[in-house]
């Protein structure tokens, strides 16, 4: 089992920063590939970075540049900090991390960007 909890959602204006947390629990030794998903209201969840345990990241591209994702082994924590934030990016945005044959989610953390 892994438990997965995200941290530093909140209210930021547009142009804003913020830095997500995501610490893992469990049988963390089990884990290699975390990411980070968002889910925006009416719409369906979607990628928005991942990162292996050898720091190997991906992104999607509308991302890109915006967006890091980094990892810290030893805390067992999962970054993604977010700059020059956008009304559209709003969203729960969830950790995962998939350890085969389950896949694992936090309950996310609420990402709102006034405009």
């Known amino acids: 089992q892994v438990q997965l909890v995200e941290s530093g959602g909140g209210l930021v204006q547009a142009g804003g920063s913020l830095r997500l947390s995501c610490a893992a629990s469990?049988?963390?030794?089990?884990?290699?590939?975390m990411g980070w998903y968002r889910q925006a209201p009416g719409k369906q969840r979607e990628l928005v970075a991942t990162?292996?345990?050898?720091?190997?990241?991906n992104y999607v591209d509308s991302l890109k540049g915006r967006f890091t994702i980094s990892r810290d082994n030893a805390k067992n924590t999962v970054y993604l900090e977010m700059n020059s934030l956008k009304p559209e990016d709003t969203a729960v945005y969830y950790c995962?991390?998939?350890?085969?044959?389950?896949?694992?989610w936090g309950k996310g953390t609420l990402v709102t960007v006034a405009s």
């Open positions: 995962n991390a998939p350890v085969w044959p389950m896949e694992y």
């Open positions: 469990g049988s963390i030794f089990s884990i290699s590939t």
């Open positions: 990162i292996t345990s050898s720091g190997v990241t």
